[in-house]
């Protein structure tokens, strides 16, 4: 079974419009930490957010927000106000247990932003 | 802001030819990691490094490779002899500490093997 799943493997939005994209990971471990990472068309792997498996809130980072629901067992990833420059893959990654700290990636959503 | 680095950004090379990729981790982190990503493909983690040890690689970090902190502020992964198969973006990422989870990544270097 994959450990995470992004179902979505292209998303569209229009500028300053809300996109939600979906992450599902797969985990038996009560210690976890989830990621989000945005991988422009120039290749770099750049960190948005983290959510860990015990925070009692949703991480936010200036327009990024991670909608997490333990139970459903996802992490999506919320940007407000979409800006042209948000276009670009995101990757969701876990990182599982606390014995390991290597991070399990996603298959990527490619987001475009249009205007 | 301090940033992780890779050099060079991008590498052709031969099959059977050794390559060394370099990264400099942010100072101060503690933990070191090689990750890679063939094109079109998920990131896969190759090899973490802490304590100047590797302490835990995957499948694909097999005996062709191997990794180093020669000093204070370098960390190289080594492809002894590399096969069509290694081309992909290698990315080199550090993480504070214990109390932190977040990796940084390098904006990678893009090996080409022909």
């Known amino acids: 079974a994959q450990k995470i799943t992004q179902t979505q493997p292209g998303m569209f939005v229009q500028e300053k419009e809300a996109v939600t994209l979906d992450c599902t990971y797969d985990t038996s471990d009560p210690s976890y930490g989830l990621f989000w990472y945005k991988q422009p068309s120039s290749g770099e792997m750049i960190f948005l957010i983290y959510q860990g498996s015990y925070d009692q809130q949703n991480a936010t980072e200036g327009r990024y927000s991670l909608n997490f629901q333990k139970a459903r067992k996802s992490a999506n990833l919320v940007i407000s106000a979409s800006q042209l420059g948000d276009s670009a893959m995101y990757f969701c990654a876990m990182r599982e247990g606390r014995v390991t700290d290597k991070l399990i990636f996603g298959t990527g959503t490619r987001l475009q932003v249009f205007p | 802001e301090p940033e992780v680095t890779q050099t060079p950004s991008h590498q052709v090379t031969q099959m059977g030819q050794e390559v060394i990729l370099r990264c400099v981790p942010i100072?101060?982190?503690?933990?070191f990691y090689w990750y890679r990503q063939i094109l079109g493909q998920k990131v896969e983690f190759l090899v973490s490094?802490?304590?100047?040890?590797?302490?835990?690689k995957s499948e694909i970090f097999d005996d062709q490779f191997s990794v180093e902190r020669p000093d204070g502020s370098n960390f190289t992964l080594k492809i002894r002899s590399t096969k069509l198969e290694d081309s992909a973006m290698y990315f080199c990422?550090?993480?504070?500490?214990?109390?932190?989870?977040?990796?940084?990544f390098g904006p990678g270097t893009r090996l080409t093997v022909t």
């Open positions: 100072s101060n982190h503690l933990y």
């Open positions: 990422a550090s993480r504070p500490g214990d109390r932190s989870d977040e990796q940084y």
């Open positions: 490094f802490y304590n100047n040890e590797i302490s835990e």
